[in-house]
């Protein structure tokens, strides 16, 4: 059965950093690029970052870009997204989620991925 627990969501003010992790089993993780996603109060969700399957290839939202870092330990099947100088703007529930197909640009398109987590929850306040 295919399993993906994030954890690290929580409340910071504005300016701080959290870091979220996201173990994944029941599926080969190493084969499946990586993303996060993420949906605010009546928003869409959208994608935030992808990582590729050896973790050298990755891709932002332009809204996350030079804040928030993705990264993967294939050898502990887990995703992490480091995210600092967080805004108030960034409040939402944070998803992962897998992707099987290795674009050679990896896709932010949530439709994508066949695989999700059930969130965990980030809140900044100002």
């Known amino acids: 059965q295919v399993q993906l627990v994030e954890s690290g969501g929580g409340s910071v003010q504005a300016g701080g950093s959290l870091r979220l992790s996201c173990v994944a089993s029941?599926?080969?993780?190493?084969?499946?690029?990586m993303g996060w996603f993420r949906q605010g109060p009546g928003k869409e969700r959208e994608g935030v970052a992808v990582?590729?399957?050896?973790?050298?290839?990755?891709s932002y939202a332009d809204s996350v870009k030079g804040r928030f870092t993705v990264s993967r330990d294939n050898s502990k099947n887990t995703l992490y997204l480091q995210m600092n100088f967080l805004e108030p703007e960034d409040t939402a529930v944070y998803y992962c989620a897998a992707d099987p197909t290795r674009w050679v640009v990896p896709s932010l398109n949530p439709a994508h991925f066949v695989y999700w987590g059930q969130g965990t929850q980030v809140t900044v306040s100002s």
């Open positions: 029941g599926y080969t993780y190493s084969l499946y690029y």
């Open positions: 990582i590729s399957t050896g973790g050298g290839t990755t």
